[in-house]
C-alpha cells in the first residue's frame, strides 16, 4: 500500500478507480501530465530532442542515476518526431550477436512499460509473421533463428498451410504466382504499442522526477568551450548551459553535430507509412513479407498501418514518392488481394539518419561531454533500451555493454556492423 | 516522384531513375592519406540541409550518369550555389 | 413505396427512371441522379448510423464528402466498406447497411456506452485496462472498433487501370472557378487537364439557386462544359478526386465509373505546369450540446437537398448561422413552400440585406442554438440569446447550421504551399505557394460568386466566427468531432492535462483522425483550443493536411500491375523443354525463373539431386548458365580499369586467356566474383553472378563516367546476347566433340581458363573453359535464337554418355565440395578475400585498387576474423543445418562462427559442411561445435574442399 501512496505523491495514479473518481467530478482535477517550467540557463544534462529516445533517456538519467537536473530541449511538440510517424513494430528477430541482445532487452522493457510508468501503452504482443517466397531469405531467416535463440528471442518456421490459417486474409502467393509462397516464421516476442503513449508516459514520469521539458525550444548551435568540450546550447529562447549534451534528434543529427564542426557518417533519408480505413479485426498478428517489401498490423482502431521501403536519396522533406508508394501497395495487393477494395486514409513520411553501415550509433562524440543517439533504421522498438543504455553511457562515460558494438570507433577500422538489407519490417 | 532533367532525354519521372549518393569528396591517393582521413573519405557524405550536389543514372533510359543540385528540404532542382551545373 | 419527402417536381433527378436498393434489410425507391443519402432522405428515414465510441443515433448531416456521420457498407458487387451515403450514387439494386451498429441503428446494443459516457473521456484508455494487462481487454476493444467490416474477396469482376497524362495546367474541380479557369486556360491553347469530384460539373451551384448574367447559373454550366467539350486540348473528367498533390507537380486523380466496359477505377498520374486549385469551400458545423442529434444538418446540405434532389428532408426548418449564407439557404426552402421556423444568428447585428433577403422569416440575432430536444430525430430548439438567459423552445424537425466556411485548402497544403488566418474570413486561406500553383474562388476565400464569374449574383459573404456556443444549460455533449465522437468537454481536458499542443490534442482526443478527417469539425477543435488558451488562431495553427484528400481504393493505386506484370520473368530459351523435362522452377535472384532440379517421377529433391551430381563427377552434365550477367568491354583503357576494379592483374592477360577475380567495394566489401578474358588486344568479355549483373553494371558505369570520364572504355551488356550451355564433366569433351566443332579440344590446344571461337553444331560460338563444378566443362555460348537447338543437340548426342540437366541446387553441391564461394553465402558482407584463404587474389603488386586500402586498414585492427573452413560432423549421416551457428564449447553464448553450407556429397558419400569460424585457418584438425536449439553437434574443422584439392580435374 505504501508503494502506491508513493507513486500517488510523484504523480496522479492512473487506474480504473481514479478514472471513476475523476468521472464524478466532471474529470477537471486530473493534473498536469507535465509542467511547464521557466527555462533555466544552466541544467547538468540537456537532452535535445523530445522524441521516444531523447525522453527515455531523460527518465533513466533520473530513475536509474539520481541524475535530476535535466532539460529536455524541444524545437516542436513533445512525441511530434519519428515516434509520431512510426510503425509501432516492437522485436528482436536481428541477425548478429551485436543486435539481438540489445533488442531482447528492448522488447522486455517494453512489456514491462506499462506498470512502469503507470501508462497504459497498450502492448500488444501478437507476434509477427514472415511471409517466405525465395530461398534465400528463407536461408537467411534460418540463420537468424538459431543465433537468437541463444539469445532467447524466438523465431519458428511454419508451413505454408498453417501460415494462411493464422493469416485467412492471405490469399494471394499461390504456386503459380509471380512469387509464390514457401512458407512462414513466426516470432512470438514481436509486438505493437501506441506510440503516443509511449511518448506521454516517459514525458510524464520524466517529469515527475524533476526532469524539465521545454517544448517550442530549437536548439541552434551547440556551443564549444575553451578546453574543446560542450559547454551548453544556443537555442531560441537563449543560452542554456551544460557539462553534458545528448544530440537525440533522428534525421537532424548532421544538422547540429555540424555547428559544432563534427563530422558523422550518417545521412538523411525519407521512409513512409499509410494507413487504411478502419475495419473490423481481420488480422491479428504483424504481417511481414520481406521478399515483396512491405509489412502491416492492424491497429486496435482497425486501421491497418502498413510500410514499405525507403526512398533513394537523401531528404528532410517529409514526402511520399508516389512510384515508391505503388510499389508497396502492388506487392500487397498480390499478396492480400481482397485489399484492393481497403481504402487508403492517411499517408506521411518521416526522416531519419542511417549511418555508414545501417547500425544505430551511440556514442560520445571527439567533443568531451557531447553525445550522439543516431542512425536509428526502427528505432521505435529500441527506445527503451536506447534510452537506458544512453542514460549510462552519459552519467558514466563509458557506453552500456549492450550498446558497445554501437560505438563510433567501429568506423576507425571499418569493423561495420552489417544488418542491412536484412528486412523489411525495421 | 521528382521530375528529373536528364541532359540528353531532357524531364523525365524519377523511377527513370537511380540514385547515385551525394557528390563526395575527391577520392585521394590511397596510399598519401592517413587512417583517420580515408575513413573520413569513405563514411562521411555531405548531408545538407539545404541544396546537395549528387548523382542520377538514367538506367532505364539513355544510360548516362549526371549530377543535379537539390534542395534536401524541398526535392526543388536548384542551380548550382557555384554554378557549375 | 411513397417517397414521402420527395418534392413534387424539381431536382436534378430523372423521375422517369425509378431505381429499387435496399437499407438496412428494407427496400425503397429512388430515382436516377440521387446519392444513397438523397434517396433515405426523400423516404424519410432519419436513424442512418451509430457513432463510433458512444454509439449514438445519427443521420445524414452533409451531402458530399464532408458527411462525418452516416457511413455504410455496400454490400454484392459493390461491397465497400465505410463510404458516406453522400458519396454512393444511386443505383438499381444496391444494397446498403449502417456499419459500427447491431442489430440496427434503432436499436443498437452498443449503445449502452452511452451511460458510460461519462466514465471514458478522451485518452481514457491511457488511464485504464491496465490491469492484469491490455492484452485481456484487447480483443472486445478491437471488436468494437473498425467501423465497416474488412473485404472478405477481391472485385469478382473486372480490373483496375492506371494512366499518365501530361498537362500546362491541371483544375482541381469544376465549380463556377474550376470552369471559369479552365475556359480561360482552354481558350488560350493550353493543355488542360479539369477534374471533378462530383458526378457532374457545376459545384457549389448545382445546389444553389443562382443567376450570372440574368440567366440561371446552370446554363452558365452548361454553356461552359459544352465549349470545354468541343476543345480538343482539354481533358474533363467527373467522378475524378485530385486526391494528392507530389513533388514537381505531380498530381494524382481517382477516377471512378470510367467510361470503358470492364474498368473499376482508374487512376492517372499528371504531371503539370500549373496547379489551379478549385475545390471551393466546406461549410462548418455548428458546435452546442447535442449537436450531433438526427436532423441537425449542414444548412448548405439542406439546400442541397431541396434544389439538387427535389428532396425536403424535413417539414420544420430553424437554421442557425454566423454568417450570410444562410440567408440565401432560407430563401431557397421558402420558395419551395418549405416552412422556416427562425433563424438564429449569433451576430449582434445582421446584416440588412441578409434580412431582405427573407421578409417573412423570423430572424433572431444574437441568439444561438442552446439545446436540443428529440434523442433519435430534432423535435424542438432552444433559441437563447448569446448573453445567456432562458431562452425559448422552437419546434422542428430539422435544424441547419452554418458555422461559415473553410475554403478547402487540402491540396494547397499538401504542396507544402503555406496557410494564414484570415480574420475576416475567420478561416484558414492560401498564402504563399511554394509550387507553381495557385488557389481560384472559394478555395482562394472568395465566397462572393460575383468575384469568380462576372455577372455572378449571389449575397456579400460576412461571418463573425463562433467556435462552440457558450451559454450556460447545455446538457448534452457538444461535439467537435462527429465521427469519432469528439466533445468540447474532451478538448479541454486534454488541455487541463497538459496536452496543449493542437496535434497533442488531435492525438488525445482523435480528433479529426476519422474518414472524414475532420473537414467540418478541425476548425473546431483549433478554435476551441484557441478560445481556451486565450490565444489567436494563427498561433494554434493547423494539424498537417496529407494525402488522400478523400479515401482511395488501394485497386485503384495498384492499377494493373498484378500476377506477372509485378515485375516481369526473365527466362531463357530452355525454359519450355526444362518445363517440359518435369524441372522443379523457381525465383534464383534478379528475376530470373530457373530450374531448381529435374525429379524423376516419384523422386524427391534430394535424389533428383544425387542423381545430377553423380553425373557430373562421374559422367556428363548439362547446366544452362545463360542467366551469368556478362559484359564486353572494349577500348583502350580496359587493362588500366579492370586492374582498378578487380583485386589481382587482368592487364597481363594474353588474348584468349582468362582470369577468375574478385571485384571490390571501396569499403573493402566483396561487391562480386566472376571471370574476365581477354578476346582481342582491346576487347574483353567479363562474367558476373546472376544476381549481381545489374550492380556491377551501375558500379562499373558509375565510375567511368563519374570518375574516369576521360577512360577509353565502353561497356555493352551482352547478358541476353550469349546464351550458355555449360558441358561439365570428365566426359565433356568427348560430348562436346560428338556434338561437332571445329574447335580443337585438346587440353594442349585449349587449356583451362581460354576461349576459343568457332562453330559448334554449326552455330557460331564462344567456348569458353571455366569451372564452377571442379570438372572439366565447356562454357558454350552461342546467341539466343540457336540455344535451342544447341540444347536439344547436346542432349541428343549427350544421351550415350548419360548426359543429365543440371539444376540450381546441383550446382550449389558441387561448388561446396569444390569449396568455392558464393555470394550470400559465405559472403555475407563481414568477410574478405584473406578470410576465405583467396589472399592470393589480392594483388600486392598494383599500387592501388578498389578495397585495397579499405581491407589492409580493416585488417590493421588486429582482431580476430572469421575464417573459411570445412567441417565435418563425426557421423556421416549427420545433416547440419545451413546457417546454424558455431559456439564456444557448444555452450548457449556469443557465436564464433556460422555454418554457411552443408550438402550431401556423392563423391564422399557424406555430409560435408562449410563455415566461417573465428581463427579457422589456424583450427584444422580441432573441434568445433555447432549450435543448436537443443543440441550440440561437435564438428572436425577441415580445409574447405573436399574434392580434388589439387584442381586437376578442371584442368584436365
Not at chain 1, 40 to 47: E, F, L, N, P, T
Not at chain 3, 661 to 681: Q, Y
Not at chain 3, 759 to 771: C, H, I, K, L, W
Not at chain 3, 821 to 840: F, I, K, N, P, Q
Request: with cysteine; charged share 20%.
Amino acid at each position: 500500500m505504501c508503494i502506491v501512496i508513493n507513486i500517488i505523491t510523484i504523480m496522479q495514479n492512473y487506474s480504473v478507480f481514479s478514472l471513476a473518481r475523476n468521472a464524478l467530478t466532471g474529470h477537471r482535477n486530473w493534473p498536469q501530465v507535465w509542467r511547464s517550467p521557466p527555462l533555466k540557463d544552466r541544467y547538468d544534462v540537456v537532452v535535445i530532442g523530445a522524441g521516444g529516445h531523447g525522453l527515455a533517456t531523460a527518465y533513466y538519467l533520473a530513475k536509474e542515476f539520481g541524475i535530476t537536473n535535466v532539460a529536455v530541449l524541444e524545437r516542436g511538440w513533445l512525441g511530434g518526431g519519428n515516434i509520431a510517424r512510426n510503425t509501432v513494430t516492437i522485436r528482436s528477430n536481428y541477425m548478429r550477436d551485436e543486435s539481438i541482445p540489445f533488442y531482447v532487452k528492448s522488447v522486455a522493457m517494453y512489456e514491462g512499460l506499462t506498470d512502469e510508468l503507470n501508462f497504459n501503452m497498450m502492448h500488444s504482443k501478437r507476434t509477427m509473421v514472415d511471409v517466405v517466397q525465395t530461398w534465400p531469405k528463407l536461408r537467411e531467416l534460418r540463420r537468424r533463428q538459431l543465433v537468437m535463440d541463444i539469445y532467447g528471442s524466438t523465431y519458428e518456421q511454419i508451413t505454408t498451410e498453417e501460415l494462411r490459417r493464422r493469416i485467412p486474409a492471405l490469399t494471394g502467393g499461390g504456386p503459380d504466382a509471380r512469387l509464390p509462397v514457401i512458407c512462414g516464421m513466426v516470432h512470438t516476442d514481436a509486438g505493437v504499442n501506441r506510440h503516443d503513449a509511449v511518448a506521454w508516459g516517459y514525458a510524464r514520469a520524466a517529469d515527475a522526477r524533476g526532469v524539465e521539458i521545454h517544448q517550442q525550444t530549437a536548439v541552434q548551435s551547440l556551443l564549444r568551450g575553451a578546453d574543446g568540450s560542450i559547454e551548453g546550447v544556443e537555442t531560441n529562447r537563449g543560452t542554456v548551459r551544460a557539462k553534458k549534451v545528448v544530440v537525440a534528434v533522428s534525421g537532424h543529427t548532421t544538422t547540429l553535430t555540424e555547428t559544432a564542426g563534427l563530422k558523422l557518417p550518417l545521412r538523411t533519408m525519407n521512409l513512409t507509412a499509410f494507413v487504411s480505413e478502419p475495419v473490423k479485426p481481420l488480422v491479428d498478428v504483424i504481417v511481414n513479407c520481406p521478399d515483396s517489401g512491405f509489412y502491416f498490423s492492424q491497429s486496435d482502431k482497425g486501421e491497418m498501418v502498413i510500410g514499405g521501403a525507403p526512398d533513394m536519396g537523401q531528404s528532410f522533406r517529409r514526402d511520399i514518392k508516389q512510384h515508391v508508394f505503388e510499389d508497396t501497395v502492388t506487392a500487397m495487393l498480390s499478396l492480400f488481394p481482397s485489399f484492393k477494395k481497403l481504402k487508403l486514409m492517411r499517408q506521411w513520411g518521416g526522416h531519419l539518419d542511417i549511418a555508414h553501415d545501417a547500425s544505430p550509433i551511440m556514442d560520445q562524440t571527439e567533443m568531451p561531454g557531447l553525445f550522439v543517439t543516431a542512425g536509428w533504421w526502427g528505432g521505435y522498438k529500441a527506445i527503451p533500451a536506447g534510452g537506458l543504455t544512453l542514460a549510462h553511457l552519459v552519467a558514466k562515460g563509458e557506453p552500456h555493454p549492450l550498446m558497445a558494438p554501437f560505438t563510433l570507433g567501429r568506423f576507425r577500422h571499418l569493423d561495420f556492423v552489417m544488418e542491412a538489407g536484412t528486412t523489411t519490417a525495421r | 516522384m521528382m521530375n528529373i532533367t536528364c541532359p540528353f532525354c531532357g524531364k523525365r519521372n524519377e523511377s527513370e531513375f537511380i540514385h547515385g549518393g551525394p557528390v563526395g569528396a575527391v577520392r585521394p591517393d590511397p596510399n598519401a592519406v592517413s587512417d583517420e582521413e580515408w575513413v573520413e573519405y569513405l563514411t562521411v557524405t555531405p548531408n545538407p540541409l539545404g541544396p546537395v550536389q549528387e548523382k542520377w543514372w538514367h538506367a532505364r533510359g539513355c544510360g548516362e550518369w549526371f549530377s543535379i543540385w537539390r534542395d534536401t528540404r524541398t526535392h526543388d532542382i536548384v542551380e548550382a550555389p557555384d554554378g557549375t551545373t | 413505396m411513397v417517397q414521402r419527402n420527395r418534392r413534387a417536381s424539381g431536382g436534378r433527378i430523372d423521375r422517369n427512371r425509378p431505381l429499387h436498393f435496399t437499407f438496412n434489410g428494407k427496400l425503397y425507391e429512388g430515382f436516377e441522379g440521387d446519392t444513397l443519402a438523397s434517396a433515405l432522405l426523400a423516404n424519410g428515414i432519419r436513424l442512418t448510423a451509430r457513432s463510433f465510441k458512444y454509439h449514438r443515433p445519427r443521420s445524414i448531416m452533409g451531402h458530399g464528402v464532408e458527411e462525418p456521420a452516416t457511413l455504410v457498407e455496400l454490400d454484392g458487387e459493390d461491397a465497400s466498406g465505410n463510404r458516406p451515403a453522400t458519396t454512393v450514387p444511386l443505383r438499381d439494386g444496391l444494397s446498403a447497411r449502417s456499419v459500427n451498429c447491431w442489430p440496427s441503428p434503432e436499436f443498437d446494443l452498443g449503445g449502452i456506452n452511452q451511460l458510460l459516457s461519462r466514465f471514458i473521456p478522451a485518452g481514457f484508455y491511457y488511464k485504464t485496462f491496465k490491469w492484469p494487462n491490455w492484452h485481456l481487454f484487447e480483443p472486445s476493444i478491437r471488436r468494437a472498433a473498425g467501423l465497416a467490416a474488412a473485404p472478405e474477396s477481391p472485385p469478382a469482376s473486372g480490373h483496375f487501370e492506371a494512366r499518365n497524362a501530361h498537362a500546362d495546367v491541371l483544375i482541381a474541380g469544376a465549380g463556377p472557378a474550376g470552369l471559369q479557369a479552365a475556359l480561360e486556360a482552354g481558350r488560350a491553347g493550353k493543355r488542360v487537364f479539369l477534374a471533378d469530384e462530383g458526378a457532374e460539373a457545376g459545384g457549389s451551384l448545382l445546389n444553389r439557386n443562382l443567376s450570372i448574367g440574368g440567366r440561371s447559373a446552370l446554363d452558365w454550366v452548361e454553356d461552359a462544359v459544352a465549349e470545354l467539350r468541343g476543345m480538343e486540348n482539354v481533358t474533363h473528367l467527373q467522378n475524378a478526386t485530385v486526391w494528392a498533390y507530389r513533388e514537381h507537380n505531380l498530381m494524382i486523380v481517382n477516377e471512378r465509373e470510367p467510361e470503358l466496359d470492364g474498368v473499376l477505377e482508374r487512376s492517372w498520374r499528371v504531371r503539370v505546369g500549373e496547379v489551379v486549385i478549385a475545390t471551393g469551400a466546406t461549410e462548418r458545423a455548428m458546435v452546442f450540446g447535442d449537436n450531433d442529434r438526427p436532423g441537425v444538418m449542414l444548412a448548405s446540405s439542406v439546400q442541397a437537398y431541396v434544389n439538387r434532389w427535389g428532396v425536403t428532408p424535413g417539414q420544420r426548418m430553424v437554421l442557425f448561422t454566423n454568417n450570410n449564407s444562410v440567408y440565401a439557404v432560407a430563401a431557397d426552402l421558402a420558395a419551395a413552400g418549405m416552412q422556416v421556423e427562425a433563424i438564429l444568428d449569433c451576430r449582434k447585428t445582421v446584416p440588412p440585406e441578409a434580412v431582405k433577403l427573407v421578409p417573412d422569416i423570423p430572424v433572431h440575432a444574437a441568439t444561438v442554438a442552446g439545446d436540443v430536444r428529440g434523442r433519435k430525430g430534432v423535435r424542438a430548439v432552444k433559441a437563447v440569446p448569446v448573453t445567456g438567459g432562458a431562452g425559448r423552445w422552437i419546434d422542428c424537425d430539422v435544424l441547419g447550421c452554418s458555422g461559415g466556411w473553410n475554403p478547402t485548402v487540402h491540396l494547397w497544403s499538401q504542396s507544402r504551399s503555406t496557410l494564414r488566418f484570415d480574420e475576416d474570413l475567420a478561416a484558414f486561406v492560401p498564402d504563399e505557394a511554394v509550387q507553381n500553383c495557385r488557389a481560384v474562388g472559394a478555395a482562394a476565400g472568395d465566397l462572393t460568386l460575383d468575384r469568380i464569374v462576372g455577372g455572378g449574383e449571389d449575397l456579400a459573404y460576412a461571418i463573425e466566427p463562433l467556435w462552440r456556443v457558450n451559454v450556460p444549460g447545455q446538457r448534452g455533449k457538444a461535439f467537435l468531432d462527429v465521427q469519432n465522437d469528439v466533445s468540447v468537454s474532451d478538448v479541454h481536458l486534454a488541455l487541463r492535462e497538459g496536452y496543449d499542443n493542437v496535434e497533442h490534442v488531435k492525438r488525445y482526443t482523435t480528433g479529426g483522425m476519422g474518414i472524414d478527417q475532420g473537414k467540418t469539425g478541425n476548425i473546431n477543435i483549433i478554435g476551441t483550443v484557441a478560445m481556451q488558451k486565450g490565444v489567436p488562431l494563427q498561433e494554434v495553427g493547423t494539424t498537417t493536411f496529407r494525402s488522400p484528400y478523400t479515401p482511395v481504393s488501394f485497386g485503384a493505386i495498384g492499377g494493373l500491375r498484378e500476377g506477372w506484370r509485378l515485375f516481369p520473368y526473365r527466362h531463357t530459351p530452355v525454359t519450355q523443354w526444362n518445363k517440359d523435362h518435369g524441372a522443379v522452377m523457381y525465383e534464383a535472384g534478379a528475376r530470373w525463373r530457373r530450374p531448381g532440379y529435374f525429379p524423376k517421377p516419384g523422386e524427391g529433391l534430394q535424389e533428383a539431386v544425387n542423381r545430377e551430381c553423380r553425373a557430373v563427377r562421374e559422367g556428363v552434365g548439362v547446366y544452362d548458365g545463360s542467366p551469368l550477367g556478362t559484359f564486353e568491354l572494349k577500348g583502350r583503357d580496359v587493362p588500366k580499369f579492370l586492374d582498378f576494379i578487380y583485386s589481382n592483374i587482368m592487364s597481363t592477360l594474353k588474348p584468349g586467356d582468362g582470369r577468375y577475380g574478385l571485384m571490390l567495394s571501396e569499403d573493402g566489401l566483396i561487391l562480386d566474383d566472376g571471370v574476365a578474358f581477354r578476346l582481342d588486344e582491346h576487347r574483353w568479355m567479363i562474367s558476373t553472378s546472376t544476381g549481381h549483373a545489374d550492380a556491377v553494371n551501375q558500379h562499373m558505369e558509375k565510375l567511368l563516367q563519374t570518375e574516369f570520364p576521360d577512360w577509353q572504355v565502353l561497356i555493352t551488356t551482352v547478358t541476353s546476347q550469349w546464351n550458355n550451355a555449360t558441358i561439365c564433366g570428365p566426359k565433356a569433351r568427348e560430348v562436346l566433340q560428338a556434338v561437332d566443332s571445329d574447335i580443337d579440344l585438346s587440353p594442349e590446344a585449349f587449356p583451362f581458363m581460354s576461349f576459343r571461337e568457332g562453330t559448334v553444331a554449326g552455330f557460331p560460338a564462344r567456348v569458353v573453359r571455366v569451372s564452377f563444378t571442379g570438372e572439366l566443362s565447356y562454357e558454350v555460348n552461342v546467341a539466343p535464337r540457336h540455344m535451342a537447338a544447341l540444347w536439344d543437340k547436346v542432349m541428343e548426342v549427350g544421351a550415350p554418355f548419360g548426359i543429365l540437366p543440371v539444376g540450381s541446387e546441383s550446382s550449389h553441391v558441387l561448388r561446396v565440395e569444390k569449396g568455392f564461394l558464393s555470394l550470400g553465402h559465405e559472403v555475407d558482407g563481414t568477410v574478405d578475400a584473406y578470410d576465405l584463404g583467396m589472399g592470393w587474389v589480392m594483388s600486392k603488386k598494383k599500387p592501388d585498387y578498389l578495397g585495397k586500402r579499405s581491407v589492409q586498414l580493416r585488417r590493421s585492427g588486429g582482431g580476430t576474423r572469421r575464417e573459411l573452413v570445412g567441417i565435418l560432423a563425426d557421423d556421416p549421416n549427420q545433416q547440419i543445418p545451413e546457417g546454424a551457428p558455431l559456439t564456444p564449447g557448444g555452450r548457449k553464448e556469443a557465436t564464433d562462427g556460422l555454418v554457411t553450407a552443408c550438402v550431401w556429397s556423392v563423391v564422399n558419400n557424406r555430409w560435408v559442411g562449410l563455415a566461417l569460424l573465428e581463427d579457422g585457418h589456424a583450427r584444422q584438425g580441432e573441434t568445433a561445435h555447432v549450435r543448436l536449439k537443443d543440441d550440440v553437434i561437435p564438428v572436425t574443422v577441415t580445409k574447405p574442399v573436399f574434392h580434388d584439392p589439387e584442381g586437376k580435374l578442371l584442368r584436365s
